[in-house]
Nanobody
Framework: QVQLVESGGGSVQAGGSLRLSCVAS????????MGWFRQAPGKEREGVAA????????YYADSVKGRFTISQDNAKNTLYLQMNSLKPEDTAMYYC????????????????????WGQGTQVTVSS
């Protein structure tokens, strides 16, 4: 079992920044990928950033490329998402998730491929 706890969400104005954190505990050594997903009301959950935990390769959705940065601190078992130049359309509940198997590159943003999920942290961006 793996437990994931997100923090760092909040309300900011457009153009502002936030850093989300996700602390992992349990059988974290078996993780292959960790990702950040978001879900706005009435919309499907979408992947925004992912990292191959065993090599550091990173992946970003086109909508956040150049604005968001995913990183990990293995010593602290913590995943981060630095979000800059935030836009109102970034408003959503943000979730971190871990996948405990190898994934094809085209599936790193498929929620069904992830085994464990955090409870989410709300990000609200006002114009």
């Amino acid at each position: 079992q793996v437990q994931l706890v997100e923090s760092g969400g909040g309300s900011v104005q457009a153009g502002g920044s936030l850093r989300l954190s996700c602390v992992a505990s349990g059988y974290t050594y078996s993780s292959y990928y960790m990702g950040w997903f978001r879900q706005a009301p009435g919309k499907e959950r979408e992947g925004v950033a992912a990292i191959y935990t065993r090599g550091g390769d990173t992946y970003y959705a086109d909508s956040v490329k150049g604005r968001f940065t995913i990183s990990q601190d293995n010593a602290k078992n913590t995943l981060y998402l630095q979000m800059n130049s935030l836009k109102p359309e970034d408003t959503a509940m943000y979730y971190c998730a871990s996948a405990h198997k190898r994934l094809w590159v085209w599936s790193v943003f498929s929620p069904n491929e992830y085994n464990y999920w955090g409870q989410g942290t709300q990000v609200t961006v006002s114009s």
